[in-house]
């Protein structure tokens, strides 16, 4: 079974303030992939990181920082210096490497994100 | 097309008539995924398609869901005799392995059941 756990329901910052989004997984599988998305309020879900179970090396792309910890089953997510435009709903989410479980992501209940100029 | 297309983009039905929600995946993308977002609840798997390969349909929760695709091409998404615990957005997807990198989704069709 899989599961991925969003504790945070809504995070309201103000411009410039860091944000950090928690996301807990689980599963019995030793291979799999994590995900971050991002859905503004236009909808549409954009694809922001993807983390495969062997790399736990943490990653940086802009403000934005992932920190990844397999022994704790957890895939946090950063904004640094948040922006207004970074108001959306995150979305944490998990999927298997093993053929016949591709695609089938199981997506948290997402966070939102309020940033406030 | 540049991105993947759905329409229509919002319908509203009576309960008891049938819907059918399309997707245009982008171009040469051989995967499409169909999820169901319930209001501020994330995305549930519905059914996927790689290919010419059987689809994978362990997430369509009733019978009255169905879907098809033709080949790499457009597909559909049916509910028959719809109820309101259908209403919800319906995402659509597309991958260019069917592997997680380069996923895509739509801006979805958001059901109302009235």
């Known amino acids: 079974a899989q599961k991925v756990t969003q504790a945070q329901t809504e995070i309201s910052v103000v411009e410039k303030e860091d944000v950090t989004l928690d996301c807990v997984y689980e599963?019995?599988?030793?291979?799999?992939?994590l995900f971050w998305y991002k859905q503004p309020p236009s909808g549409e879900l954009v694809f922001l990181i993807r983390r495969n179970s062997f790399d736990e090396q943490n990653e940086i792309s802009g403000r934005y920082s992932w920190n990844f910890q397999k022994s704790t089953s957890s895939f946090n997510f950063t904004i640094t210096a948040s922006q207004v435009v970074d108001s959306a709903v995150y979305f944490c989410?998990?999927?298997?490497?093993?053929?016949?479980?591709?695609?089938?992501?199981?997506f948290g209940a997402g966070t939102q994100v309020v940033v406030t100029p | 097309g540049a991105g993947v297309s759905q329409s229509p983009s919002n319908k509203v039905t009576e309960k008891g008539k049938d819907v059918e929600l399309r997707c245009d995946p982008i171009s040469g993308h051989t995967a499409l995924y169909w999820y169901r977002q319930r209001l501020g609840q994330g995305l549930e798997f519905l059914i996927y398609f790689q290919g010419n390969s059987a689809p994978d349909k362990s997430g369509l929760p009733s019978d009255r869901f169905s879907a098809e695709r033709t080949g790499e091409s457009v597909s559909t998404l049916t509910i028959q005799r719809t109820q309101q615990e259908d209403s919800a957005v319906y995402l659509c997807a597309s991958s260019l392995d069917g592997f997680g990198y380069g996923y895509t989704f739509g801006s979805g069709t958001r059901l109302t059941v009235v």
């Open positions: 599963t019995r599988d030793t291979t799999y992939y």
């Open positions: 989410a998990l999927s298997e490497a093993a053929v016949g479980s591709w695609g089938k992501f199981q």
